[in-house]
């Protein structure tokens, strides 16, 4: 077993659940450490810096005048210093692994990295597509529109967090592991042309043909991968302690092997995990799965 992407390994977490609907993902960082993250990547072989918890504080009225999405103001400004964190972990040229946290943070993540990988392709496991902006989402919880606001769709407060320059390009995003997508979310990923493994076509393809695919378009003029795994992408049996519970979702053995897959292109440069809510699990077992999936994309072999 050794490192395949880089030697130099910073844990950031980000404890936060105001861009969900449902209370307890803030303390997913916490409950991924317990399940033994660190002494896994340096079993490894990593070495593993921890940076501690960005820590959002919860405002007396989440809503902000003139739009209806949901704790706006505080859900910027932890996004705003995570991309911060992220592009200062890749100046000192070591990986950045994010724990969450409600998958808004994934806009804080993508933009830090923007501004060292310009072109960056992204694979995302998600059960949901994440594509909603303010005018389309049912709820007004923005960890429904991180990949809407990378691409720059959306509210200005959110678009602007690491430069409005620093976005990505659709044709490089793949979704996968997605089975519950809003109408809005359906029309305007057909409009982007951006590619989505629904679970029809794992069932149908296989995951090793899937992810063969997905590494294709993610790296095809790119200059590295990053991979946002949202726990909701497994099936529930799996991953019991997460918000958005979705049946019919990835197996344990698929998500292996899809990481696995994509740790071997060395291509990756950035990864986060999120949405593991403790509250709601079962024995931290969620929280486990999370830290097994993180040794499979950082290049754990068996033999």
Known sequence: MKPSIN???????????????????????AAIRYAGVTDRLENIGYEVKDEGDIVAIKPEN???????????????????????????????????????????????TIAGVLRHKKNLGVIWFDAHGDINTDETSPSGNIHGMPVAV????????????????NKLDAKNIVFIGSRDLDAGERKVLKELGITVFTMHEIDRLGMPEVIDRAIKIASEGTDGIHVSFDLDGMDPIYAPGTGTRVPGGLTYRESHLALEMIALTEKVVS???????????NMNQTAKSAVALIGSLMGEWLI
């Open 7 to 29: 030697e130099r390994l910073s844990i950031i977490g980000v404890a936060i659940d105001l861009g969900a609907g449902t209370p307890g993902v803030s303390l997913g960082p």
């Open 62 to 108: 989440p809503k902000t005048e003139g739009t209806n999405l949901k704790n706006l103001d505080e859900v910027v400004r932890v996004n705003t210093e995570l991309c911060d964190k992220v592009s200062k972990t890749m100046e000192e040229g070591r990986f950045p692994l994010v724990l969450g946290g409600d998958h808004s943070i994934a806009i804080g």
């Open 150 to 165: 990378s691409l720059g769709l959306g509210h200005e407060k959110l678009t602007s967090i690491g430069g409005i320059e």
């Open 271 to 281: 990864a986060e995990f999120v949405e593991v809510n403790p509250i709601i699990d």
